[in-house]
């Protein structure tokens, strides 16, 4: 596709599941990064992927969030025993190298 | 390490008035600088960016934004408000030779007929 695409667009689980959501970034592009929106939070970082490099994993809030990046395309972040402090919707971004991020439209994420 | 605060969480203009949004940045060496723009239900988009050019900016739908080292500004305008402006406004920053980029908290911006 020409955009950032995000999958599953909704979600919703129990306390306590594992989720995963995928992020299929635009052809070419070199780096792949992972926003967290809260309500009245702003984006909050949670890492990124460029090229070969090691990932900037900086901003994962406790090591139940995980995320991969294959073949230098797709990536899938995975949150593991899902809280309800989860919840919100995480975006995802790519970029050709330092050019401006393109978002795909989220992945809102409902823990109850 | 980098960092980004909007002044204001929401801010209200009637239709035809100046919209001045407030970005102040920190970084630790010459930075990026972006406004990105997300209206409801929809993602991110671009509005202007700041790579060491032009020290103001101009952005799509009439926007523009001035980078002011002294004040570590980068504060977004545009002359006359319309009601599709309003929407959630976000500045970020990026070091440059860099890849993390940091979001501000953002600004609702609504518009009164």
């Known amino acids: 596709g020409a955009g950032v695409s995000q999958s599953p667009s909704n979600k919703v689980t129990e306390k306590g599941k594992d989720v995963e959501l995928r992020c299929d970034p635009i052809?070419?592009?070199?780096?792949l990064y992972w926003y967290r929106q809260s309500l009245g939070q702003g984006l909050e970082f949670l890492i990124y992927?460029?090229?070969?490099?090691?990932?900037?994993k900086s901003g994962l809030p406790s090591d139940r969030f995980s995320a991969e990046r294959t073949g230098g395309s797709v990536s899938t972040l995975t949150i593991q025993r899902t809280q309800q402090e989860d919840s919100a919707v995480y975006l995802c971004?790519?970029?050709?190298?330092?050019?401006?991020?393109?978002f795909g439209e989220g992945s809102r994420l409902t823990v109850l | 390490a980098q960092s980004v605060t909007q002044l204001g969480s929401h801010v209200s203009v009637s239709e035809g008035a100046l919209v001045l949004l407030r970005c102040n940045y920190s970084?630790?060496?010459?930075?990026?600088l972006f406004w990105y723009v997300q209206y409801p239900n929809q993602g991110l988009q671009l509005l202007l960016k700041?790579?060491?050019?032009?020290?103001l900016v101009k952005g799509i739908n009439g926007f523009e934004a001035e980078f002011k080292k002294s004040e570590t500004s980068f504060h977004l305008t545009k002359p006359s408000a319309h009601m599709s402006d309003a929407a959630e406004y976000f500045c970020?920053?990026?070091?440059?030779?860099?890849?993390?980029?940091?979001f501000g908290a953002g600004t609702r911006l609504f518009v009164k007929a």
């Open positions: 971004a790519s970029s050709f190298y330092e050019g401006e991020l393109f």
């Open positions: 052809s070419g592009h070199t780096a």
């Open positions: 970020a920053v990026r070091d440059t030779g860099g890849f993390k980029t940091i």
């Open positions: 970084s630790s060496v010459p930075p990026y």
């Open positions: 700041y790579t060491s050019a032009a020290t």
């Open positions: 992927f460029q090229g070969n490099s090691a990932p900037d």
